[in-house]
């Protein structure tokens, strides 16, 4: 747990750091925080993203002295969330916790309230999570290729649930479909855990 401390210490201060500018004296470095910090969360509640923030944002706390709380901004694939973050004082008192989606919304919809270059900097690495193919359990393939025969088969497209699009899994499903060429129904939810 050392670590831990010593790691949240640091990203505290980078934070502060890059948030207050070369301005900032050292002796106002020393008084941060002073009051609470606003970690946005551009998901749905549940999420992935939302669940690392209510992990670190504990811990956080303790170290820093002040409460942490996370706010759930869903919306565009992260990027309304994104815009608000992007919006708020540079004092290093609003954070935001962003997942792949701020590297593809702007991709994908070049003309964003947010330019990702320009009006965010990047902290660091929080987590890093991996994808999965799940299914109902109602669907009779046990394997990959049976599971490719089957959407191919009579009475399809499949359908794949996706928290948006322009998502990581909104554009892994399509990829998917195109590489086993097959067609597919895609619904979207409010979240990566609800409908």
Known sequence: MPQVHHCLKVLALLIFGLAAGPALSPALAVEYPTRPITIIVPYAP???????????????????????????????????????????????????????????????????????????????????????????????????????????GPGKPAKFAHPGIGTLAHLQAIMLARAVDVEVTFIGYKGADRP
């Open 46 to 152: 549940g999420g992935p993203g939302d669940i690392a923030v209510r992990i670190i944002s504990d811990r956080m706390s303790q170290v820093l002295g002040q409460p942490i709380v996370a706010e759930n901004v869903p919306g565009a694939g992260g990027m309304v969330g994104a815009a608000r973050a992007a919006r708020a004082a540079p004092d290093g008192y609003t954070l935001l916790m962003h997942q792949n989606g701020l590297a593809i919304a702007p991709v994908l919809y070049p003309k964003q309230a947010v330019d990702v270059a320009r009006d965010l900097t990047a902290v660091g690495l929080v987590n890093a999570s991996y994808s999965f193919l799940v299914g109902s359990p109602k669907i009779p393939a046990k394997t990959f290729p049976e599971l490719v025969a089957w959407m191919r």
